[in-house]
């Protein structure tokens, strides 16, 4: 079975401008977690999503939002980007029966904003 | 909230040592789950081993078990029989187990070298 894919894996943006990623769960999988990591901040929670509603939030600003489409395939975007927004972006999924399922993680997209 | 700690930023070990990283956490939760994640330099987050607490034998998989002390809270990894491809940062992190919500809490991370 495939793992979890994330796309793309590597993106440079400037100051002010928007980004999205993308991130295709394992099949069967209805659960997509995203995760910031920084070295400062290290791994952040950023939300969740779950049957194409979001779930749970992060402690991030408005300008990090999500969906997830019919196939469980989910992206996030961010707006009006900042240099503090480098970082990379982890997505996760899980099958989710209700437990703490285990979070499969994707390689991740390395975003850099100049 | 809960917050988890790891209290050993950089960690080294000798092929075929034992090695043993820490991570404590705090919670007022009774069901909740552990988990140690490994990233190796291809940055790939990779689950190691799961631990839930309503069981009260520590888990194993091969090379790698746990020592869960739910009184404590504290929830240590060993790795026995280190092997050069176990270099990565290992992360601890934290599962409510209420609810339907996914959110990971996760520690600052153990950067763990194995030398020759």
């Known amino acids: ?114 | 909230a809960q917050t988890v700690t790891q209290s050993q930023p950089e960690m080294s070990v000798q092929e075929a040592e034992t090695v043993t990283l820490s991570c404590t956490y705090d919670t007022s939760e009774n069901n909740y789950y552990l988990f140690w994640y490994k990233q190796p330099p291809s940055r790939q987050m990779i689950l190691v081993i799961r631990q839930e607490a309503y069981k009260q034998q520590n888990a194993t998989e091969n090379r790698f078990s746990v020592n869960f002390q739910k009184a404590a809270k504290s929830f240590s990894l060993k790795i026995s029989d280190s092997q050069l491809g176990d270099t990565a940062m290992y992360f601890c992190a934290f599962h409510r187990g209420t609810g339907t919500a996914s959110k990971l809490t996760f520690g600052t991370g153990t950067r763990l070298q194995v030398t020759l």
């Open chain 1, 1 to 114: 079975k495939a793992g979890v894919t994330q796309t793309p894996r590597y993106l440079i943006k400037t100051r002010g401008q928007q980004v999205t990623l993308s991130c295709s769960p394992i099949s069967g999988h209805r659960s997509v977690s995203w995760y910031q990591q920084t070295p400062g901040q290290g791994l952040q929670f950023l939300f969740e999503y779950f049957s194409e509603t979001q779930r749970n939030k992060g402690n991030f600003p408005g300008r990090f939002s999500g969906r997830q489409f019919s196939n469980s395939r989910s992206e996030m975007n961010v707006s009006t980007l900042e240099l503090g927004d480098s970082a990379l972006y982890l997505c996760a999924s899980s099958v989710n029966r209700g437990l703490a399922d285990t979070q499969y993680f994707g390689p991740g997209t390395r975003l850099t904003v100049l």
